[in-house]
């Protein structure tokens, strides 16, 4: 499998149907090249998350050097047993490691209080299933500002040392012109081209 | 010997009526590194459908009926048959799921006559249908050989 850039995104794919975990993956690599997990639980996704501390077996070949996977967007199915996609959701922006991973929560039946609860409690999309090929196209976005959110977190941490860093306090300026650009090709279109060419030749 | 060139061709011939626009996609997400993957999806969807209609038949069997166990089997088979695109058959567990909301034992009986219909006639297509696919060679795909 060759390792490029548009392969550094990696998507946690949640759902207790074997058939629709199999539809999202293929979806999720057709559109874009994602690196993809996929678990049947919500619990499950927490451990992968890294939120238990224990020791996991990943369910797809990622680097094994890394002991908690870095995943760049959480899209999970609403209805399963045990733990919702609500219920993961949740948990996920309620812990201080996790709530900056966009979520995207997937239903196949259409209730407009269900979908405003979801996006209320932080999802970033409400996908209808069966889920499309165009869907996946609006994820990019999201795991854009998900890495800018991570990028400034991680700046703020490391400028808050007194230690020497490998950026150092002349670079705040600079960070801060980066943040800009940055925002603006998030909103452009050209995001799109750069984060994947292959989303061009979708339908 | 046959040769397809569009996948809407494939489609429209084999299955009209019975499949939707869904199916179409998964055609489309089938390729070189996933060449078997309609035919996967599809025999996952029949080992889950299999599966809940035997759940509903015992639901159903129960006295009195567990209307509400019924509901989550039925919300499970309607969503799988949506993901393949079996339109017909998604259509047909709306309306059982009616009769379920109703806790109207006679409704849901026969429903479920109709569901296992639809169910037993998409296996019979869809068996046809890959079938028919092993035995020719599309045009945009060299590596399929013939008989």
């Known amino acids: 499998m060759a390792v490029d850039a548009e392969a550094q995104f990696h998507v946690l794919a949640v759902d207790d149907s074997l058939m629709d975990r199999k539809l999202i993956e293929r979806l999720l690599k057709t559109s874009s090249s994602f690196q993809v997990t996929t678990v049947d639980s919500g619990s499950k996704a927490l451990e992968v998350l890294g939120l238990k501390e224990e020791d996991q077996t990943s369910t797809s070949a990622l680097s094994p050097q890394h002991n908690e996977i870095e995943v760049n967007l959480v899209i999970t199915d609403y209805c399963m047993p045990g733990m919702t996609g609500y219920d993961l959701l949740k948990k996920i922006k309620e812990s201080s490691s996790l709530k900056d991973i966009p979520v995207v929560i997937m239903s196949s039946e259409n209730v407009p209080s269900r979908i405003n609860r979801c996006l209320e409690g932080g999802a970033e999309e409400f996908f209808l299933k069966p889920v499309q090929l165009s869907d996946m196209r609006r994820l990019g976005p999201h795991i854009l500002k998900g890495k800018h959110k991570e990028q400034q977190q991680l700046h703020q941490e490391e400028n808050s040392n007194t230690n020497h860093t490998i950026m150092g306090s002349s670079n705040n300026n600079n960070m801060s012109n980066k943040r800009k650009v940055m925002d603006e090709e998030i909103l452009s279109d050209r995001t799109r081209l750069g984060f994947s060419s292959s989303s061009l030749n979708l339908i | ?147």
């Open chain 2, 1 to 147: 010997m046959f040769i397809y060139t569009t996948p809407v061709y494939r489609l429209s011939l084999a299955l009209q009526g019975f499949l939707d626009e869904q199916f179409y996609q998964l055609e489309e997400l089938q390729d070189e590194s996933s060449p078997n993957f309609v035919e996967e999806v599809v025999t996952l969807f029949f080992r889950d459908s299999s599966r809940l209609m035997a759940n509903i038949d015992q639901a159903l069997e129960q006295c009195p009926p567990d209307f509400h166990r019924l509901d989550k089997f039925l919300h499970r088979l309607k969503g799988s048959a949506s993901s393949i695109g079996a339109g017909k058959m998604k259509n047909e567990c709306a309306g059982f799921r009616e009769f379920c909301s109703e806790e109207n034992l006679e409704g849901c009986l026969r429903s479920f006559q109709k569901v296992k219909k639809e169910h037993t006639i998409l296996r019979q297509k869809l068996e046809n249908y890959f079938q028919l696919l092993r035995q020719v060679v599309p045009v945009d795909k060299a590596t399929r050989s013939g008989s």
